[in-house]
């Protein structure tokens, strides 16, 4: 088919939830994918942090290659060795105790405030406490834990029982803490809310808060998670212990899957029954996630990622139609002087570089892998389409 034809395709019979650009994309080997039409693109998206290892990662596809041979689904009935693999290997690289399998990181946060309130059912504390500008997942529970008022307003009444205290402001934090109050949930970089990073002394500050006050610290590494910021997960980079940690995204390197950890005073909270998931925990998603898993647990490996991102912030941080550089390992968001971020968005991907936006930020997450040649190819259309711009 012609790219025409599947926009066509799309208008007609796919409803319109997403705002896309016009790349039909076929296959990819890496960082380097190429459309229907045989134009080759550099990916600076991991399709928004998820493909960690690249496209078609030989090593990754032949582990799920190898799974979807001998045994694609079961049930929860039965005990699968890839799925308990996987919760020991995730559990060991997290200091957690204990794993539940689910399919998104909306899930994985749905699994988390339930077993919030199941802690604090006893004493009638349900209320879970957020951060304004937070963005926790599209359903409607998640949606009410998100702080940010654009995403509320057209599907109320969402669900009760959250409340937002201001990021870095740990005497707001202090004072919604009333007794009504089950949990914590934060991000440690607010990704869709423009890649903010959290500053390390409110979070070392609130671990504290919450430890004092019997309320669960839920950390959701939903994004920055699995060597994103080049820590295996965030929080170990700021040297706080959460209670619960949700992952999804880059976990099975672009098969859906989302977990939620517990440490160990949570070992066993939820009963039989209490949560499920047809295809959590699938194996052949499971098998996919090892060998994220087993690369990106790496000390090496995550190494690489620090460094390829503070080379890639050092390169913006020279331009100057660029005002500031701010995230975390390969995660960054950009801030230009001048210009709209989605329209140097749909100019990059005319140029053959697919960029993300967070907010008012251009936003780059690629793939963990993403060579540095790759890097450069990217890098030289990145300026070329703001010096454009300019």
Same mark, same amino acid.
């Given at each position: 088919m012609k790219f025409q034809e599947i926009k066509d395709q799309e208008q007609e019979y796919i409803i319109h939830t997403y705002g896309r650009v016009d790349a039909a994309l076929v296959k990819g080997r890496n960082a380097t994918a190429w459309d229907v039409e045989g134009r080759e693109y550099i990916d600076f998206t991991s399709g928004i942090g998820v493909n960690s290892l690249g496209y078609s990662d030989p090593?990754?596809? /032949? /582990? $799920?290659s190898k799974q979807a041979g001998e045994i694609q689904h079961l049930c #929860?009935?039965?005990y699968s060795p890839q799925n308990t693999a996987l919760a020991q290997e995730l559990c060991t690289a997290a200091g957690m105790a204990q794993a539940f399998f689910c399919n998104s990181g909306a899930e994985a946060n749905e699994c988390a405030i339930k077993i919030a309130r199941k802690y604090g059912e006893k004493r009638g504390a349900y209320k879970i406490a957020t951060l304004e500008n937070s963005f926790h997942g599209r359903t409607l529970t998640t949606l009410a834990a998100t702080g940010q008022e654009g995403f509320h307003k057209d599907f109320l009444p969402l669900t009760e029982g959250f409340?937002? /205290?201001k990021a870095g402001d740990i005497k707001a934090m202090d004072a919604l803490l009333d007794g009504s109050v089950c949990a914590v949930m934060i991000e440690t970089v607010q990704g869709e809310g423009g890649v903010v990073p959290m500053d390390p002394n409110f979070l070392k500050a609130l671990g504290e808060l919450c430890h004092e006050r019997d309320v669960l610290l839920i950390i959701d590494e939903v994004q920055t998670g699995v060597g994103r910021t080049g820590h295996f997960y965030s929080y170990q980079g700021y040297g706080v212990q959460p209670d619960v940690v949700t992952s999804a995204k880059g976990l099975a390197g672009g098969l859906p899957i @989302?977990?939620?950890l517990v440490a160990e005073k949570l070992r066993d909270i939820l009963k039989p029954g209490q949560q499920g998931s047809t295809f959590g925990g699938n194996p052949v998603v499971c098998a996919g996630a090892r060998e994220v898993v087993r690369r990106v647990s790496s000390p090496e490996f995550l190494q690489t990622v620090r460094e390829k991102g503070e080379?890639?912030?050092?390169r913006l941080e020279k331009l100057f139609q660029v005002e500031f550089v701010r995230g975390r390992g390969l995660m960054l968001g950009i801030k230009l002087k001048s210009g709209d971020a989605h329209d140097v968005l749909v100019k990059c991907a005319r140029q @053959?570089?697919? $960029?993300l936006t967070a907010k008012e930020? $251009?936003?780059f997450l690629p793939p963990l892998t993403i060579t540095m040649e790759e890097i450069d190819k990217g890098l030289l259309i990145f300026e070329k389409v703001l010096q454009?711009? #300019?």
């Open positions: 090593d990754w596809t /032949a /582990a $799920v #929860n009935y039965y409340l937002y /205290a @989302g977990i939620c080379y890639i912030s050092k @053959g570089l697919l $960029v930020l $251009v936003r454009e711009e #300019n």
